[in-house]
Antibody, heavy 122, light 109 residues
C-alpha cells in the first residue's frame, strides 16, 4: 500500500523559506506513470495546487506562485521536496503531498499524505 | 488560470440525490476529459472519488457518479447517507497545469 508522509518545520518566520519533504513508501518514485505534487489548504479555506514534479526533475508550477516555489526530487531516497520563499502569513496552511496519475490514469491525485500544518509567524 | 466555479453549499435528505457542478473553461474542463472529484471530511486528507469525468476508483460506492457537458462537470451523489456529509472539490487538468474548484460543502439534512 502506497504511503506518503510530509515532514518539516511547523513554524516559519515571515520572509523566510518554507521547506517540506514528502517521503514515499510502498512504491517507487521513479515510475514513469506518475507525477508527484504539492497542494495546500489555508485554515477554513479550499485547496490550492502548488506544483508537480516528475521523477526526471521536470516541474510544473501554479502561475500564481511561480518565482517563489521550487520543487525537487531525490530518487535515491524516494523523496520529493517543496521550498517556498519569501513567505507571509498568507502562506499559513496545511500542506499535502500527493501522487498524480499521468495521462493514462487521468491526471488525478490518487494518493495523499496526511498533511502538515505550517504556520508563518514571528 | 482561474479557479473552477463550484457552489459553496449543497444539501439533501437521506436517500435523496444531490448534484454538484464545477464550471471551467474550454482550456480546462471543456478541453480535456480529465476532471476528478475529491471528498474531504474535517481534519482529513482529500479522497479521490471520481477520475476521468466518470470513472470510480476501486472501493468508491456506485452511488457516486460523474458527468460533463461542455465546460461544466458534475458530481451526483445518489441515495444520500449521513457519511456523505463532507466537502467536495473538483480538479481539472489544463495542459501541464491543474486547476482546482473552490469546494462545495454537502450537508445531509
Amino acid at each position: 500500500q502506497l504511503q506518503l508522509q510530509e515532514s518539516g518545520p511547523g513554524l516559519v518566520k515571515p520572509s523566510g523559506t518554507l521547506s517540506l519533504t514528502c517521503t514515499v513508501s510502498g512504491g517507487s518514485i521513479s515510475s514513469s506513470s506518475y507525477y508527484w505534487g504539492w497542494i495546500r489548504q489555508p485554515p477554513g479555506k479550499g485547496l490550492e495546487w502548488i506544483g508537480n514534479i516528475y521523477y526526471s526533475g521536470s516541474t510544473y508550477y501554479n502561475p500564481s506562485l511561480r518565482g517563489r516555489v521550487t520543487l525537487s526530487v531525490d530518487t535515491s531516497k524516494n523523496q520529493f521536496s517543496l521550498k517556498l520563499s519569501s513567505v507571509t502569513a498568507a502562506d499559513t496552511a496545511v500542506y499535502y503531498c500527493a501522487r498524480v496519475y499521468s495521462g493514462y490514469g487521468g491526471y488525478c491525485f490518487d494518493y495523499w499524505g496526511q498533511g502538515a500544518l505550517v504556520t508563518v509567524s514571528s | 488560470q482561474s479557479a473552477l466555479t463550484q457552489p459553496p453549499s449543497a444539501s439533501g435528505s437521506p436517500g435523496q440525490s444531490v448534484t454538484i457542478s464545477c464550471t471551467g473553461t474550454s482550456s480546462d474542463v471543456g478541453g480535456y476529459n480529465y476532471v476528478s472529484w475529491y471528498q474531504q471530511h474535517p481534519g482529513k486528507a482529500p479522497k479521490l472519488m471520481i477520475y476521468e469525468v466518470s470513472k470510480r476508483p476501486s472501493g468508491v460506492p456506485d452511488r457516486f457518479s460523474g458527468s460533463k457537458s461542455g465546460n461544466t462537470a458534475s458530481l451526483t451523489v445518489s441515495g444520500l447517507q449521513a457519511e456523505d456529509e463532507a466537502d467536495y472539490y473538483c480538479i481539472s487538468y489544463a495542459g501541464s497545469s491543474w486547476v482546482f474548484g473552490g469546494g462545495t460543502k454537502l450537508t445531509v439534512l
